[in-house]
T-cell receptor, first 112, second 114 residues
């Protein structure tokens, strides 16, 4: 079945460092891909999305490109801030079942 | 536009007790989801409604969990009797339609079973 695999955390970075969180997926059909963020004590917030191959989603300085050839949707940010500390979830929305399937989440901790 | 509303935000109960969570989706959203998120894991779909009908409840532990969306708007998720392993965040989400639409989440209901 469809699945999402994220790099294991926690990821610890210094402020202004470059961030990459890897995400790969397995899916049939043409899924849409998402990054959600969960700040401490809060629910999931949609960070960005891409609905077809080669689309780039971006928001708040974060970017991710839908790569069908490598089945990947890696999250990147050029300069992280302490306020970016959160858990990041990669997810796919199956075009066959309509189900939203999550990866296990990657915790990011940014130190001043 | 108001987001997905959930209540209560926090609940602590003893094992074998019952608990109910309420969700009001974004206005006009036909599809409503309940997810369970155990600490350190990604959310897992429990049940999906399309209007007032169940689309998928394959991962709902039906011996103890139940959910309804009688009028196709708000929904209630009940656990009876609760077990220790039910300690989790219960996330409600909604989307405009069943397929290929962005899903929006509420802030979650945090359950601790002691």
């Amino acid at each position: 079945g469809d699945s999402v695999t994220q790099m294991e955390g926690p990821v610890t970075l210094s402020e202004e460092a470059f961030l990459t969180i890897n995400c790969t997926y397995t899916a049939t059909g043409y899924p849409s891909l998402f990054w959600y963020v969960q700040y401490p004590g809060e629910g999931l917030q949609l960070l960005l999305k891409a609905t077809k191959a080669d689309d780039k989603g971006s928001n708040k300085g974060f970017e991710a490109t839908y790569r069908k050839e490598t089945t990947s949707f890696h999250l990147e940010k050029g300069s992280v801030q302490v306020s970016d500390s959160a858990v990041y979830f990669c997810a796919l929305l199956s075009s066959n079942t309509g189900k939203l399937i999550f990866g296990q989440g990657t915790t990011l901790q940014v130190k001043p | 536009e108001a987001g997905v509303a959930q209540s209560p935000r926090y609940k602590i109960i003893e094992k074998r007790q019952s608990v109910a969570f309420w969700c009001n989706p974004i206005s006009g959203h036909a599809t409503l989801y309940w997810y369970q998120q155990i600490l350190g894991q990604g959310p897992k779909l429990l049940i999906q409604f399309q209007n007032n009908g169940v689309v998928d409840d394959s991962q709902l532990p039906k011996d103890r969990f139940s959910a309804e969306r009688l009028k196709g708007v708000d929904s209630t998720l009940k656990i009876q009797p609760a077990k220790l392993e039910d300690s989790a965040v219960y996330l409600c989400a909604s989307s405009p339609g069943q397929w290929l639409n962005t899903i929006y989440f509420g802030e979650g209901s945090w359950l601790t079973v002691v």
